[in-house]
């Protein structure tokens, strides 16, 4: 039997997709081979860490003129308190009063696995199933003297909880959280942005690997679980992937139908992990084999665009300015205007951190001022519509001085990776 190496990877990765869920750690550390973990260094965040990020909230609390704020499971519960949790019927819920102490609210049998994750605070009190969580919730505020005023409730906690409690609270009022939310997440600590910069380059190392694993005939499948499997062996988790050949790449999150890599393929990979819960994402487009001009055209024009974004992303400017610049130097180009295809059909960036996705984005209109420790994804993509696109992106953070690279862009479509930039001090 001629054993191709296309044939080799595509043998690799069923009997890696086939395998049971539980033993995924095991074919993550047996195909493809060559990587090793770059995390054994890594420091979780610390127990002062989070009695600091309570205290920050505290205080914009006070300057908030707010009572106290309530957290459901998701990113910003695990910011605080370390809970890892998930959402269903049954409220698991934090309370930060402006004052005192924090207390977790959590179903009784529920209460020896919320204390595994719980890195900070004693006062977990549990409800029956025949009981209120609300109630809880209600004496809990009592005990800390809270009795009026503003109770803040994070922006993705469901209408149920936030309406069972105020009915419970004829004397206050309730509104957003976002001001203390915002106001300690969207500003990266130095180790923040050292854990992001971590899981920038396990993606970047995996890229490395997986570039020189393509070959003619793969599919989009196959990519993605070589791109899932470096990750793996690299150490990310929470693992994503997006490969998209082909006429697909014309499409910012892809198409449905099948498609196979061949001579002149485009292929644009939109990947990401996390390192103790925070992300990269990074973006690449390659050519397989020659390069026709006008994919490199675009593949040039995206990178200048890019390095437009890098230069306008300023401390003090308004971070939608940083999309008009970019939209500015595609129309000149030939491209939009605006939102139009051909062109760039989507925001120039987001906001990253423990989400992909967070506040604030590049987009037209924000008026959110750049400041140091806010941390975007650099991402101004071109699509034709029935050809191709072509995306290049890397996550930048702010300094006083002004912006910096986790991943340097790549040069060229000959040398499409890119560098590691240099570890936030």
Request: charged share 20%; glycine share 8%; aromatic share 8%.
């Amino acid at each position: 039997m001629n054993l191709t190496k296309r044939t080799f990877l595509k043998t690799s990765i069923a009997a890696f997709a086939s395998l049971p869920l539980g033993n995924m750690a095991i074919a993550a550390n047996t195909a493809p081979p060559s990587l090793t973990p770059l995390t054994d260094d890594v420091k979780p965040i610390s127990l002062q860490e989070r009695k600091e990020r309570i205290a920050k909230a505290q205080m914009l609390l006070q300057q908030n003129n707010i009572a106290a704020m309530l957290l459901e499971p998701g990113p910003a519960m695990d910011y605080f308190t370390g809970i890892q949790w998930w959402r269903s019927e049954r409220l698991t819920a934090v309370v930060i009063p402006a004052e005192g102490e924090i207390a977790v609210v959590c179903p009784f049998f529920e209460k020896p696995s919320i204390r595994e994750s719980l890195k900070v605070g004693e006062d977990v009190r549990v409800w029956q199933e025949h009981q209120s969580p609300f109630a809880l919730i209600k004496q809990i505020l009592n005990d800390r003297g809270i009795t009026k005023g503003q109770i803040a409730f994070e922006q993705s906690v469901r209408y149920f909880v936030l309406q069972g409690l105020m009915t419970l609270l004829p004397t206050m009022t309730h509104t957003s959280a976002d001001p203390i939310t915002l106001g300690c997440r969207m500003y990266k600590s130095a180790h923040e942005l050292q854990l992001m910069h971590k899981a920038n380059e396990i993606t970047l190392r995996a890229y490395e690997h997986v570039w020189k694993q393509l070959d003619e005939g793969m599919s989009q499948q196959e990519v993605n679980q070589l791109m899932r499997s470096a990750q793996a062996q690299l150490g990310g988790s929470d693992i994503w992937t997006m490969a998209l050949l082909n006429q697909a790449s014309a499409y910012p999150h892809g198409s449905k139908q099948q498609q196979y890599i061949k001579k002149g393929s485009i292929v644009l990979m939109d990947c990401g992990c996390s390192v103790e819960g925070y992300q990269s994402d990074i973006s690449r487009t390659f050519v397989f084999g020659q390069p026709n001009d006008k994919q490199r055209k675009i593949w040039e024009t995206v990178r200048k665009g890019q390095q437009i974004a890098f230069e306008h992303a300023q401390p003090g400017t308004m971070a939608g300015k940083v999309d008009d610049a970019v939209r500015a130097y595609y129309q000149s180009q030939g491209f939009g205007p605006d939102y139009k295809l051909p062109g760039l059909s989507h925001r120039t960036g987001h906001g990253i951190g423990m989400q992909g996705h967070e506040p604030v984005n590049f987009v037209h209109g924000e008026q959110q001022k750049l400041a140091a420790g806010m941390c975007f994804s650099n991402e101004p993509g071109i699509y034709i519509p029935g050809e191709f696109g072509v995306r290049l992106e890397d996550c930048i953070y702010m300094t006083d001085k002004g912006p910096q690279w986790f991943t340097l862009p790549p040069d060229s479509l000959e040398s499409p990776i890119g560098h590691l930039g240099p570890l936030p001090s």
